[in-house]
């Protein structure tokens, strides 16, 4: 499944452009060093860390994109960061937990 | 046609959890940080020689090696820190400059930081470099998608914060 349709499905809200890619699979964490050591490459990083290494980890492992939970916010600096590196943002109110049964029901595995 | 599976010559073993501790000598202020493979961050001043080092910060990371599938040799990158993203950097720095230039190219630039002893840090050795841009672009499934990651020739270890590598500072805080 590409990650805008995923994210209509969701009604996930854009943070940034949208980068199409296909959604190979999820990887649920706050840190980055963890998503560094265990994502894969295609990997939707479900987080609820807002902050600019998200990105900077996001775009070393090649996740398709980031959801950001809780409701949180992006600088705009993040912003800039995340479009220079074709990253998708997007954030949603849900929590972690929340979002990973969502995007089960969706048929992501 | 179902593609073969991509095979890969590296691989990331031994990964250990623990804190990068940033410590301070109490009459020098000299700084140095090492790796600390424990359940919590060593928080107690003690004495070397007539020093007296004290940790100021402490951030969750990992350490780990990587193995060469082919020969089965095990490189060690314990003195490795984490990575700095180009983007993370001061823009009009050299770094930031270069980065930008590389970002043209569709290469995502990176410095491997390397933990800071008592008589400075030195940057990581290039045939470890070498090994790190194989272990991480081999992982890349974009086509026109690289990652260069060079020794610190900056000097950046002095010049930038913990922060602004990517590690876990602040972690308790969610704000």
Redesign the interface.
């Known amino acids: 499944m590409k990650i805008q349709e995923l994210a209509e499905r969701l009604g996930l809200r854009p943070a940034t452009k949208v980068f199409d890619r296909d959604v190979t699979g999820v990887y649920i964490s706050d840190m980055v060093s963890d998503v560094i050591a265990n994502a894969k490459a295609g990997d939707l990083l479900v987080t609820a860390q807002a902050h600019a290494n998200v990105i900077a980890a996001a775009n070393l492992v090649d996740t398709c994109a980031v959801v950001i939970t809780q409701g949180k916010a992006l600088a705009d600096d993040v912003v800039k960061m995340a479009e220079k590196a074709e990253i998708a943002v997007f954030t949603t109110a849900l929590n972690r937990w929340q979002m990973a049964t969502k995007l089960y029901e969706a048929g992501i595995r | 046609m179902a593609s073969e599976p991509r095979t890969r010559r590296y691989e990331?073993v031994n990964?250990r959890q623990g804190y990068l501790v940033i410590e301070q000598e109490n009459h020098t202020l000299a700084r140095r940080s090492y790796f600390a493979a424990e359940r919590t961050p060593p928080l107690e001043e003690y004495r070397e020689g007539n020093q007296f080092w004290k940790p100021q910060e402490a951030a969750?990371?990992?350490q780990?090696d990587v193995r060469d599938v082919e020969t089965g040799e095990v490189v060690s990158f314990g003195d490795l820190v984490?990575?700095?993203?180009y983007?993370?950097c001061a823009p009009g720095s050299t770094v930031r400059q270069i980065g930008d230039l590389a970002?043209d190219q569709q290469i995502?630039l990176?410095v491997a930081i390397t933990t800071e002893g008592a008589e400075g840090p030195a940057p990581l050795p290039l045939e470890k470099v070498r090994v790190l841009n194989a272990l991480?672009n081999e992982?890349?499934?974009?086509p026109r998608?690289k990652?260069l990651i060079l020794p610190d020739l900056f000097g950046l270890q002095r010049q930038i914060t913990y922060?602004?590598?990517?590690?876990?500072f602040g972690?308790t805080s969610?704000e």
């Not at chain 2, 984490?82 to 993203?85: A, R």
């Not at chain 2, 992982?139 to 974009?142: M, V």
């Not at chain 2, 922060?163 to 876990?168: F, S």
């Open positions: 990331m990964v969750q990371t990992f780990f984490g990575l700095l993203y983007a993370c970002h995502s990176y991480f992982r890349l499934t974009r998608k990652v922060e602004q590598i990517a590690i876990d972690l969610m």
